[in-house]
C-alpha cells in the first residue's frame, strides 16, 4: 500500500450544475468547474455519519446497536482571502448552490476517489483575528442531499 499525502495530490472543485441525477459529472463538468484547491487553507467536514440506533433487549446488559439515519457532518471550506479580488465572497455568496467536488487522489481520469457533494452555502464569513497570520474567509456548506462517494474520474 503506497501512501500519499493528501496536500499536492487532492483537487477541490466547485460545479454550479451536474446535469446526471446520481450526480456523477462528466468529463466537461469537471473542466468547467472552479478549481478552488489552491486557494483553500482548510478543510472540514465532506463526510456521512450515521445516528446508530440502540437496540436493548431483556436477554442481555450489553445494548447492541443497528444503523439508523445518515446525515452530513457539518462542512465547510476556508480559503485565503485575495485583498483585491472578491472571488470567493462573489461566486460562493450565501444560498448558491452547487456541487463540491473531491478528488481525493487527483482528477486524472479513471482515478477512484472522486467525492460530490450537493451544496447550499450556508454562510459566507471573513475570519478576523489580530494574529499574525494570512487573512482568511470560510465558507460553510449545507449538503442538501446523499453524496456521490467514492466516484472514478470520468477518463478522456
Same mark, same amino acid.
Given at each position: 500500500?503506497?501512501?500519499?499525502?493528501?496536500?499536492?495530490?487532492?483537487?477541490?472543485?466547485?460545479?454550479?450544475?451536474?446535469?446526471?441525477?446520481?450526480?456523477?459529472?462528466? #468529463?466537461?463538468?469537471?473542466?468547467? $468547474?472552479?478549481?478552488?484547491?489552491?486557494?483553500?487553507?482548510?478543510?472540514?467536514?465532506?463526510?456521512?455519519?450515521?445516528?446508530?440506533?440502540?437496540?436493548?433487549?431483556?436477554?442481555?446488559?450489553?445494548?447492541?446497536? *443497528?444503523?439508523?439515519?445518515?446525515?452530513?457532518?457539518?462542512?465547510?471550506?476556508?480559503?485565503?482571502?485575495?485583498?483585491?479580488?472578491?472571488?470567493?465572497?462573489?461566486? #460562493?455568496?450565501?444560498?448558491?448552490?452547487?456541487?463540491? *467536488?473531491?478528488?481525493?487522489?487527483?482528477?486524472?481520469?479513471?482515478?477512484?476517489?472522486?467525492?460530490?457533494?450537493?451544496?447550499?452555502?450556508?454562510?459566507?464569513?471573513?475570519?478576523?483575528?489580530?494574529?499574525?497570520?494570512? $487573512?482568511?474567509?470560510?465558507?460553510?456548506?449545507? *449538503?442538501?442531499?446523499?453524496? #456521490? #462517494?467514492?466516484?472514478?474520474?470520468?477518463?478522456?
Amino acid at each position: 500500500m503506497a501512501r500519499f499525502n493528501r496536500k499536492g495530490v487532492t483537487k477541490i472543485l466547485f460545479a454550479d450544475t451536474i446535469t446526471d441525477a446520481g450526480y456523477m459529472p462528466t #468529463l466537461a463538468e469537471i473542466t468547467g $468547474a472552479t478549481d478552488y484547491t489552491k486557494q483553500i487553507a482548510a478543510v472540514d467536514g465532506f463526510s456521512l455519519e450515521n445516528q446508530e440506533i440502540e437496540t436493548p433487549d431483556m436477554d442481555s446488559t450489553f445494548v447492541s446497536k *443497528i444503523p439508523g439515519d445518515d446525515s452530513a457532518s457539518d462542512s465547510s471550506l476556508t480559503f485565503y482571502e485575495d485583498d483585491t479580488t472578491d472571488t470567493i465572497e462573489t461566486d #460562493l455568496a450565501k444560498g448558491t448552490t452547487g456541487f463540491v *467536488i473531491i478528488c481525493r487522489k487527483g482528477k486524472t481520469g479513471g482515478t477512484k476517489g472522486m467525492d460530490v457533494h450537493p451544496v447550499r452555502v450556508a454562510s459566507n464569513s471573513p475570519a478576523i483575528t489580530a494574529d499574525n497570520e494570512a $487573512a482568511k474567509i470560510m465558507v460553510k456548506f449545507s *449538503i442538501t442531499d446523499r453524496p #456521490l #462517494l467514492n466516484a472514478t474520474v470520468p477518463a478522456t
